[in-house]
């Protein structure tokens, strides 16, 4: 056979992506497909393999299927109906019943952040005790949780724990997981689906077969394409790329989430299932989370949103000084750090639902829509998608009718209408409009949504519409002209991103950096080894329009990188530098972009799909 000849197999279901959405589909399905008739032959027989059970194929991008990012406290109603009579807190590692919920409003005790009139009287008013009780540590905490918010009675969980546990019930049941295979887009057999592609191997960074090593990817033919990949994968893109969103729909709210995984220090009172959420700083429009595990870890993170109007976005710095307020600060000092990591999370929620399906296909989880953002929700909320696109499938196998668009939507999409998923989703659509106002209107907004079903004219944008250049982003906060005008200087000729000239000039405080909870942000990247890239694939961060980056003077995309993966050209005037050995695959650089590509709504960044990433399953 010709080496470069690209290969052909056929299955009868091929997923792209193992996340929650994907266990939630593969735990419904796999026990249904495991059943005999009682002659022995299976009850749901492949097309593909006569005689043998119905073939399912789950490609997942991460080398483990455990890699996965996000802190989870979750309702888990979905999760704990896909396994009834199991104490899920008791089965999967790590877990652990929501405990204590509290939200609190953080000061800004160093003056640094950028506070408008709103945002003082919000202060204000917390200052004054409205609402909050208690005033230590710096904080006000609310003396309930809305009911919108509230997960009890729920789980905490550990995303790679969580995952990894998921996948060994998976393949129980009979069915495979692929780790270490990026999808690099659906077949299109004209308006169908045909099937997934995987991407090339053996290649340059730009894509070019490398001679003697080159190995097209393999075209996986199937039935049924279950598009599971998550709010930036390179499928559902490509899918949306085609069909369009449905009309009056959009996916311009996003958030970009950065997450510590912390041994705590002896001294740390807080039992296993707490969970605290927080606002209020270190900008106020960044929100905070922090969930204790059993075995004195916890997970701590925090949201960038595009709406935070500055063309700075350094999550990591971010992260750190909201580590150190006071209110959390109390519970960590003296932890060490044992991992961290960055994803997107698409906060358009139900706004953001795209086409759900077509011929051969359907899309399950974030990238169809799943996001809670009243309650800050996903995981639960991607599984019952999962779960609701696998009975629907049984359900078409039973009676021997094909995966059509029009006998999924009267199945799938019928089922998800009619659920209470979607009336939860759609309670909370609008839910962040506020915010595209001012971080005043957010916090009305999402109460008045949350509490009374009102939700706000204000409109989202396109996030490159937004992004403001640094003079404008600096009025209205303290600065230090003459440290900036010298930190920006210093930093244009080193080629490095300008966040922490800037941060410094407003007067954020140095990170104390003491190599075990506090670290330097390459220090983070190598804890442990890892972020890493499997060689021979082409480089999944590209430009879509390089003179648009030439011509750019904001460069949001590496300011925001989570991972310095984008660093400032060699050369002022040209296109950032990408190092797919540093990339975590956090998505943060799509929206990020500070142009629109002319004629469409979206940035620069073309994003396919990769291998790599993060090697962590302590997330
Ligand atoms: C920091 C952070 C904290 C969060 N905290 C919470 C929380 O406390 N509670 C909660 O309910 N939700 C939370 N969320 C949201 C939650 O993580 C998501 O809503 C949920 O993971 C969505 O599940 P999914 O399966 O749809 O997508 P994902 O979890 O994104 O999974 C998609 C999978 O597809 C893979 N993939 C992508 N592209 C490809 C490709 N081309 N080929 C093959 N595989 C591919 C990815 O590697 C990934 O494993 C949080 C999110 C973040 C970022
Ligand atoms: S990708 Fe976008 S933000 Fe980055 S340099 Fe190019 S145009 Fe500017
Ligand atoms: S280059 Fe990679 S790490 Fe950097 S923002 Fe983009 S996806 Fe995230």
Request: negative net charge; proline residues 7%.
């Amino acid at each position: 056979m010709d080496q470069t000849e690209r290969q052909e197999m056929q299955t009868d279901i091929a997923v792209a992506g193992f996340g929650p959405a994907a266990a939630g589909f593969l735990a419904t399905i796999g026990p249904e497909l495991a059943k005999t008739r009682e002659d022995g032959t299976p009850l749901y027989e492949s097309r593909v393999m006569p005689g043998c059970p119905l073939q399912v194929v789950c490609y997942e991008r991460a080398d483990d299927p455990g890699f996965g990012v996000s802190g989870i406290v979750t309702r888990g109603e979905a999760i704990k109906a896909s396994f009834p009579g199991l104490d899920l807190a008791k089965e999967i590692p790590n877990a652990v019943e929501v405990k204590n919920e509290k939200l609190a409003y953080l000061f800004d005790g160093l003056g640094c952040s950028k506070r408008s009139f709103g945002t003082k009287m919000i202060d204000l008013a917390f200052k004054a005790g409205f609402f909050m009780k208690g005033g230590r540590w710096n904080a006000r905490e609310l003396p309930f949780i809305p009911s919108f918010m509230d997960k009890k009675p729920g789980l905490v969980l550990q995303m790679g724990s969580f995952m990894t546990w998921a996948a060994q019930k998976a393949m129980e049941s009979g069915l495979m997981i692929m780790p270490g295979t990026p999808v690099a887009g659906p077949i299109f057999d004209g308006d169908r689906v045909a099937g997934l592609r995987l991407a090339d191997q053996g290649v340059e960074k730009d894509g070019t077969p490398v001679e003697g090593a080159y190995m097209p990817g393999m075209d996986v033919k199937a039935a049924l394409s279950v598009v599971a990949d998550g709010p930036v994968g390179a499928v559902g893109r490509a899918l949306d790329e085609k069909y369009g969103l449905p009309d009056g729909h959009h996916a311009y709210d996003w958030g970009l989430g950065m997450k510590a995984v912390v041994q705590l220090p002896e001294k740390c009172e807080l039992e296993p299932g707490t969970v605290l959420h927080t606002m209020g700083f270190p900008e106020p429009e960044i929100f905070g989370f922090m969930y204790v595990y059993p075995n004195r870890t916890a997970a701590l993170g925090i949201f960038v949103s595009p709406w935070m109007d500055t063309p700075v976005r350094t999550t990591y710095r971010y992260l750190q000084h909201w580590m150190m307020h006071p209110y959390i600060w109390r519970h960590i000092e003296g932890g060490r750090l044992l991992s961290w990591g960055a994803k997107s999370i698409a906060e358009s929620g139900v706004e953001g639902e795209p086409i759900l399906c077509g011929d051969g296909f359907a899309r399950i989880g974030e990238g169809s829509g799943t996001t809670d953002c009243l309650a800050n929700a996903g995981v639960d909320e991607a599984w019952a998608s999962g779960v609701m696109l696998a009975n629907a499938v049984l359900r078409l196998l039973r009676e021997g009718r094909d995966f059509t668009k029009e006998n999924l939507e009267a199945t799938y999409v019928a089922d998800r209408r009619a659920s209470a998923l979607d009336r939860r989703l759609r309670r909370a659509s609008g839910a962040r409009n506020g915010f595209n106002k001012s971080f005043f209107w957010g916090m009305v907004g999402e109460g008045l949504r949350g509490m009374l079903g009102i939700a706000l004219p204000f409109r989202s944008v396109p996030p490159a519409s937004r992004v403001p250049d640094l003079e404008k982003a600096l009025k209205g906060r303290r600065c230090d002209r003459e440290k900036l005008k010298a930190g920006v200087e210093a930093a244009e000729k080193a080629r490095r991103p300008l966040h922490d000239a800037v941060m410094d000039a407003c007067g954020w405080p140095p990170i104390p950096f003491d190599g075990a909870l506090l670290m330097q942000h390459q220090d983070a990247l190598l804890l442990g080894g890892k972020v890493q890239a499997a060689p021979g694939f082409a480089d999944h961060v590209t430009f879509a329009d390089p003179g648009l980056c030439r011509e750019c003077s904001k460069h949001t995309c590496i300011e925001v990188c989570s991972a310095q993966a984008l660093m400032p050209p060699d050369e002022p005037g040209g296109v950032p530098k990408f190092d797919r050995e540093k990339c975590v695959h956090c998505g943060g650089c799509i929206w990020n972009c500070a142009r629109l590509v002319p004629g469409t709504d979206h940035g620069n960044i073309v994003f396919r799909a990769g291998s790599g990433g993060l090697h962590s399953n302590e997330n």
